[in-house]
């Protein structure tokens, strides 16, 4: 690794502004390379020195690190302080109360979608509902190993729920309040929950959604197919709906079962404050959450107890540069990834004061972001790009009516961030004081695995910069070798780092299909990367038959196989086209049966099919007609064409392998300009 900028002064790079690298815990890009080496070098040392931060039952001892690798050898599998016991709620809460005395700190502020609905929460208010919740879940009959489903909106009784599986080693499967009743049906069907807990509604925006409803047409979905293992039903009361003859609450009807469902006042505000922990072994697992794989049904990723404590403690420490008296927010929903480890797990592992926020950027004004973080005067903030294009569309403006002085740190997540929005994030919201920190990783990831630290890392825009420590990443070519210097190709990792995956929920044969059977001895990230000649690396996108809406994945098959449900569709092909906010977008092309007409009718019907089968995240933005779908000899449909009808793209490249080229034609005539 080389000094950015000096082999190419005219490169334009930011330097990590001085007031940050007064008092950061790495302070220059030295202190990053020092650190660096020592956790490559000395991982065993390294990542000991790390526990000791954390409450153990019983210390690590032996090996901190097993693990194959190579998928042509017995088994893949990784193991971080295996025989050592601890309690992943105990420590981000009862140490922090009971031994760093931080239990008059403010865990969380909570703004509620409407502003006015708000909550402050303490550390130690935090602890007594989680143990609530803890008791209430062992009455409702759950067990250490058992699977709790939770279908929540970001309230504070997310937070509650899934620290008190936690607690109680039962292994919470988050799924987010957005996804549709089958969605959630399969996820309960796969891990097979015992319990689900969810809420009457809540409001999106000025949406009302009833998710009581959804959940329970999840659970006939189940009992239909035979699979229902879901025995009890917690149900929160949403703020939302609390107060009698409003008339929000006269909209919703909660669909009530007496021999399952349970109001969460019930039971939980009943229950005991005081809750022993469960000492679990540090790779028990500590939750399941789902990712959309790209054969079209979502994987079970499983992460375990300390090595997740572990990363995403550190990860929050050093990517946010975390001290006591900042104010954090993440924007993000608890139910993906960057919710569990950066809003839940990381920050208060680090006795962090974070901003719990319910509701969405552009309700009641497309200033409400900024509005919040003047209120609680928030110093290091994370976001999506997809929410920097969609504000930069409002210009500065509603920026300029807030007092945003109080940033020091801006961090992005969830799909390439283009030069452009980094620009806009840096400049007209950080007013070019505060690093942009670019974070590249993934829901099996755990926590950043490419990020740049704020006080130490040059910053390119369009660039996660380098590896955390911990991380080995390569570039790889389709013959699997290893590319140096400045190259492009596969981006995959050469070890283990504490935060990684440890499988997909009962399938190890799918963890080995999907991560490492095409480079044996190494976890293929599916994404494309290159690395320039600083040593920097740039995620060009994925390589598989995966999309990225809005920063979130989706799989062309899981869409495909939803459009083929419609009784009008003969055959559909879905594939990815630029947006200008969401990153990209579906455009789907759909050969019909019997000649039916593509009209409106049809086209709201398909859409509604993906949106109940999926959710609204998947919904298509673009539907074109195929008469025919164009194929190779051999049947395989030619995405990359279709790929380029999509974009518009002149050259289609060779067409020599298709089985009839007067396919093409037809489709390039018919190309859909404006969204369905
Ligand atoms: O393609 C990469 C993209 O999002 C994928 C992971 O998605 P998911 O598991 O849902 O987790 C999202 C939040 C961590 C990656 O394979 N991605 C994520 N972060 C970035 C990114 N692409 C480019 N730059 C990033 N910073």
Redesign the pocket.
């Known amino acids: 690794m080389v000094v950015p900028g000096q082999q190419d002064p005219e490169e334009k790079i930011f330097l990590p502004p001085e007031d940050l690298r007064a008092n950061a815990h790495v302070p220059d890009f030295n202190s990053y390379l020092t650190l660096y080496k020592q956790s490559i070098e000395e991982p065993e040392e390294f990542w000991r020195n790390v526990a000791e931060e954390f409450y153990w039952q019983e210390p690590p001892s032996g090996q901190m690190l097993q693990y194959n690798f190579d998928v042509t050898k017995d088994g893949v599998y990784i193991k971080f302080m295996e025989g050592a016991k601890t309690n992943m709620c105990y420590n981000v809460l009862d140490r922090n109360v009971l031994d760093l005395k931080l239990g008059e700190k403010v865990a969380y502020h909570w703004e509620g979608n409407s502003p006015g609905h708000r909550l402050t929460i303490t550390y130690s208010q935090l602890l007594k509902q989680v143990c609530r919740c803890a008791n209430a879940l062992k009455q409702l009959g759950v067990k250490k190993g058992d699977r709790v489903a939770i279908y929540l909106p970001m309230i504070p009784e997310l937070v509650y729920s899934m620290l008190a599986c936690a607690r109680i080693g039962a292994v919470h499967s988050i799924v987010f309040a957005g996804f549709s009743s089958e969605s959630l049906a399969e996820r309960i069907m796969d891990a097979q929950c015992n319990v689900l807990v969810t809420a009457d509604g809540v409001y999106r925006g000025e949406k009302l959604i009833n998710l009581k409803q959804i959940s329970n047409e999840a659970l006939e979905y189940c009992r239909e197919k035979g699979s229902l293992t879901v025995q009890k039903c917690l149900v929160v009361k949403h703020y939302a709906f609390r107060i009698n003859g409003n008339d929000t609450c006269n909209k919703l009807q909660t669909p009530w079962n007496a021999d399952c469902d349970v109001w969460w006042d019930e039971v939980v505000e009943s229950a005991s404050d005081e809750c022993i922990p469960e000492w679990l072994d540090a790779e028990d697992p500590l939750f399941i959450l789902y990712?959309s794989g790209s054969t079209g049904k979502p994987k079970g990723v499983l992460h375990t107890v300390a090595g997740y404590l572990l990363y995403t403690s550190l990860t929050f420490k050093y990517v946010f540069d975390h001290h006591h008296d900042d104010v954090y927010w993440c924007t993000a929903d608890i139910g993906?990834?960057?919710g569990h480890s950066y809003i839940t797990y990381g920050p208060l592992a680090n006795g962090a004061t974070s901003v719990l926020f319910e509701g969405i950027p552009v309700y009641p004004h497309v200033g409400r972001f900024w509005e919040i973080i003047e209120k609680y005067r928030v110093s290091k903030f994370y976001t999506a790009p997809t929410a920097i294009r969609l504000l930069m569309k409002y210009g500065r403006e509603p920026l300029q009516k807030f007092d945003l002085s109080s940033l020091r740190v801006l961090g992005?997540?969830?799909?390439?961030?283009n030069p452009e929005a980094w620009l806009w994030y840096h400049d007209a919201v950080g007013h070019g004081r505060c690093p942009v920190v670019?974070?590249?990783?993934?829901?099996?990831t755990g926590g950043h695995v490419l990020t740049p630290l704020p006080a130490a890392t040059a910053l390119k825009p369009g660039s996660?910069t380098l590896p955390f420590f911990g991380v080995l990443p390569c570039i790889l070519n389709e013959h699997g070798e290893e590319l140096e210097g400045e190259a492009e190709g596969y981006l995959v990792f050469r070890k283990p780092w504490p935060g990684i995956m440890r499988g997909v929920y009962g399938n190890q044969e799918r963890f080995e299909n999907t991560y490492f059977k095409k480079f044996p001895g190494f976890y293929v990230?599916?994404?494309g990367c290159r690395r320039d000649k600083d040593g920097y690396y740039w995620?060009t996108?994925?390589i598989d038959d995966m999309l990225?809406v809005s920063?979130?994945?989706l799989s062309t098959a899981e869409v495909e196989a939803a459009l083929s449900e419609h009784s009008a569709v003969a055959e559909a092909a879905v594939v990815s086209r630029p947006h200008t906010v969401k990153g990209e977008c579906l455009y789907c092309f759909v050969t019909l049966k019997d000649c039916r007409e593509l009209n409106h009718t049809l086209m709201e019907e398909l859409k509604r099919k993906v949106r109940e089968k999926i959710g609204p995240i998947a919904t298509p933005d673009f539907i074109q007609n195929a008469p025919a779908l164009p194929k190779t000899r051999s049947g395989k449909i030619m995405r990359r064409v279709l790929r380029q009808i999509a974009r518009n793209e002149k050259d289609l490249g060779d067409l020599s392998t298709l089985a009839d080229p007067k396919v093409v034609e037809v489709l390039l005539s018919q190309r859909c300009e404006a969204a369905a």
């Open positions: 990712t993906w990834i960057t992005t997540v969830g799909e390439p961030i670019d974070t590249f990783w993934q829901t099996e996660a990230t599916g994404d995620i996108g994925r990225n920063g979130h994945l």
